[in-house]
């Protein structure tokens, strides 16, 4: 189909509608591209605000038929000829060889489909990764999270995989790299500490890292999708809990603070916070992608496409917003450079393209922090106070799941997909949830020792008794983003299943019982969460804690809690979770996930400042997969406050099966 179908048209004609049929079907490819969430059609006011039922039918067949187009990303692993192509590609433009990251222009955990182009090219799906591809050889590099599924879904032959850090992409470089030879780079994907990196190991190699003017994987992908358009609504005061001007003013504060003019903000949750809208350009995250400069006097230049910005969009953002496509940030970029205005940017996420460019321009760079990483971070009352309403109403959801989870897995029939769809429609019941924050991890068995494993046809597994089962879920309110994982069992769980969840379980409870003084990071607290089960020779390779957005991101910087370090000390008002786990390869995962808000800790005769956390997520942990006498009385403690807690929350919000499950699931565990 070439442009927009004879009933469509003849519908908009009908209601006094009369658009160009070439830029309609150029505005609905776009729509389609974009993923549709589970909030409704809000994408039809993009085409016509006033739409009735009929036209927003036609509307919606003629989305459902064009999102149909085959793009080439679900197949895994890719075709050998793809890599080929590559390879004769590189050939033609004398490159030796080519990075291809799991990236976009706005470096987020979240990439568009036209952006997927490393699971185009080898079929890997996680959220981070890395392929080099040289003439003779090509490897991917990933991090602990995805050691199995990467030899699940990339053919191993053709792009030998390495983990991150024991590999790392620079040392591989140095050592294969071609001497005199050319390792191209997407300047839009690399940024600007990873660009230095880079060409510093070919250097090492006696090569060149060079940038390329178009991306060599785009022009031998055939049905590559175009940029998606989804709706930017506003975000109201009663969800911020603070305007648009009023942070605008503040970060400009900030900016001018640094020494710099101006502010090149390039991370779309940074953008959509400052902004005080929402978006859905890409999956489970209400992001609109776009750049961004932040004046020294508040005033910001969007650069964002206005085909997806409604009319009451425009209204909300006012006159200290101006909106500019695109491909017009070049051109303003160089206009800085002859006013002489001095211009940040977070060297660590902004693409080197933006910096070159500045540069070239005459532009002194100030490198530093996103100004509005921290600020963002940092939820305010109004936030903090919807985050707990989410996280109640999600905590029934949840709740509601976990007592028919008992009920049906007795029949050792349930497979995980159905658990996942479950889960999903009581979310859903609530008449509040906009999207998943993730798509849903749904293992049994083996499939949990799989940390980002997610269910299809081909791979899930039946919920079978004597095993564990892992649900890793979340979902996005206009007033907060919620992620919790519980580890199941299914019948019966043997001695060595209960030794090592109650071993997550006290390091979950360390850390949710931590105080400490002010200025503390969350690396310095890592080990309190691992402590128990390096006791026992054990340990996990992820993260125990990661912030998390209001109505944003489920993976929010700048703080964490991980042995990486990290120099962000955690703050009151940051919400970060907490999820120890252990993984047995081919046997069963464990997680236990709750989120938590920093707080001020009131505690008599201190010397200083002290932080704690607040305990956000409200669902039972499972009693049958405790071994007691690995817990201390003051473990049981918090275990018996946190599972009252949840029956006192949780418990009206249920229905009545469901609150007698509730009952004997958050009995008390008797203090020794």
């Known amino acids: 189909?070439?442009?927009?179908?004879?009933?469509?048209?003849?519908?908009?004609?009908?209601?006094?509608?009369?658009?160009?049929?070439?830029?309609?079907?150029?505005?609905?490819?776009?729509?389609?591209?974009?993923?549709?969430?589970?909030?409704?059609?809000?994408?039809?006011?993009?085409?016509?605000?006033?739409?009735?039922?009929?036209?927003?039918?036609?509307?919606?067949?003629?989305?459902?038929?064009?999102?149909?187009?085959?793009?080439?990303?679900?197949?895994?692993?890719?075709?050998?000829?793809?890599?080929?192509?590559?390879?004769?590609?590189?050939?033609?433009?004398?490159?030796?060889?080519?990075?291809?990251?799991?990236?976009?222009?706005?470096?987020?955990?979240?990439?568009?489909?036209?952006?997927?182009?490393?699971?185009?090219?080898?079929?890997?799906?996680?959220?981070?990764?890395?392929?080099?591809?040289?003439?003779?050889?090509?490897?991917?590099?990933?991090?602990?999270?995805?050691?199995?599924?990467?030899?699940?879904?990339?053919?191993?032959?053709?792009?030998?995989?390495?983990?991150?850090?024991?590999?790392?992409?620079?040392?591989?470089?140095?050592?294969?790299?071609?001497?005199?030879?050319?390792?191209?780079?997407?300047p839009w994907l690399q940024t600007v500490d990873g660009h230095e990196r880079f060409a510093r190991a070919c250097q090492r190699a006696g090569a060149e890292f060079v940038p390329v003017d178009s991306n060599p994987v785009d022009a031998v992908w055939p049905d590559r999708p175009p940029a998606p358009l989804a709706p930017v609504l506003p975000h109201p005061d009663e969800f911020a809990g603070e305007s648009s001007a009023v942070k605008r003013t503040r970060i400009a504060g900030t900016v001018k603070s640094k020494g710099a003019d101006v502010a090149l903000i390039t991370a779309p949750d940074s953008i959509a916070w400052l902004l005080n809208v929402r978006g859905g350009d890409v999956p489970r995250t209400p992001f609109a992608l776009g750049f961004a400069l932040l004046h020294g006097d508040g005033h910001v230049d969007l650069f964002m496409d206005r085909r997806k910005l409604p009319d009451r969009t425009l209204a909300w953002l006012g006159n200290a917003v101006t909106l500019a496509p695109p491909d017009e940030l070049g051109a303003v970029l160089d206009m800085l450079g002859k006013v002489g205005k001095r211009v940040l940017i977070e060297s660590a996420t902004a693409p080197v393209w933006a910096a070159t460019r500045l540069q070239a321009a005459g532009v002194a760079l100030v490198r530093d922090a996103d100004p509005v990483a921290l600020p963002k971070a940092c939820k305010n009352a109004v936030e903090l106070e919807g985050i707990r309403r989410a996280h109640r109403r999600d905590g029934a959801a949840v709740s509601g799941f976990l007592g028919w989870l008992g009920r049906e897995s007795k029949g050792g029939k349930l497979r995980e997909i159905e658990a996942s769809d479950r889960l999903q429609a009581l979310r859903q019941q609530t008449g509040k949830l906009r999207d998943l924050s993730f798509d849903t991890i749904s293992g049994a068995g083996p499939n949990g020792a799989i940390v980002h494993y997610r269910a299809s046809e081909a791979s899930q597994?039946?919920?079978?008794?004597?095993?564990?089962?892992?649900?890793?879920?979340?979902?996005?309110?206009?007033?907060?983003?919620?992620?919790?994982?519980?580890?199941?069992?299914?019948?019966?769980?043997?001695?060595?299943?209960?030794?090592?969840?109650?071993?997550?379980?006290?390091?979950?409870?360390?850390?949710?019982?931590?105080?400490f003084p002010a200025g503390t990071t969350g690396s310095q607290l890592d080990a309190l969460a691992r402590y128990a089960l390096w006791q026992a020779g054990l340990d996990y390779d992820h993260g125990t804690g990661h912030g998390v957005g209001a109505y944003l991101s489920v993976h929010e910087g700048p703080h964490r809690i991980s042995k990486m370090p990290n120099n962000v000390a955690l703050q009151p008002g940051m919400i970060v979770s907490n999820e120890p786990g252990y993984y047995k390869t081919d046997a069963y995962g464990i997680r236990i996930e709750n989120l938590v808000a920093v707080r001020e800790a009131k505690i008599d005769g201190a010397d200083r400042r002290y932080l704690e956390f607040e305990t956000l997520t409200l669902a039972p942990i499972d009693l049958a997969c405790i071994e007691p006498g690995l817990l201390t009385d003051a473990e049981r403690q918090w275990l018996n406050d946190y599972h009252r807690r949840v029956r006192e929350t949780v418990g009206p919000e249920v229905d009545e099966a469901t609150r007698a499950w509730l009952a004997e699931a958050t009995r008390a565990v008797a203090l020794r």
């Open 1 to 186: 189909m070439t442009s927009a179908p004879d009933d469509v048209l003849e519908l908009l004609r009908q209601r006094g509608r009369h658009p160009d049929p070439s830029a309609l079907d150029a505005l609905m490819r776009g729509v389609a591209a974009a993923p549709e969430g589970l909030a409704g059609p809000e994408w039809i006011e993009l085409i016509d605000p006033r739409a009735d039922a009929e036209l927003t039918k036609a509307l919606t067949a003629w989305r459902a038929e064009l999102a149909m187009a085959d793009d080439g990303l679900d197949a895994a692993p890719a075709p050998a000829s793809r890599l080929a192509a590559l390879r004769a590609e590189l050939k033609r433009r004398d490159l030796a060889g080519f990075v291809v990251p799991r990236a976009d222009e706005h470096q987020g955990e979240y990439v568009p489909r036209r952006s997927q182009r490393l699971a185009w090219l080898t079929g890997f799906s996680g959220s981070a990764g890395l392929a080099i591809v040289l003439a003779d050889r090509a490897a991917i590099f990933i991090d602990g999270r995805y050691t199995l599924a990467v030899r699940g879904q990339v053919d191993t032959d053709a792009f030998v995989p390495h983990q991150i850090p024991e590999q790392s992409p620079e040392t591989w470089i140095a050592e294969h790299l071609p001497k005199g030879g050319k390792l191209g780079f997407d």
């Open 461 to 515: 597994r039946t919920l079978e008794p004597g095993s564990l089962y892992l649900v890793d879920s979340g979902g996005q309110y206009r007033d907060g983003t919620t992620d919790i994982t519980r580890t199941v069992a299914i019948g019966t769980p043997s001695p060595e299943m209960r030794d090592r969840f109650t071993r997550v379980l006290k390091g979950h409870i360390a850390l949710a019982m931590a105080r």
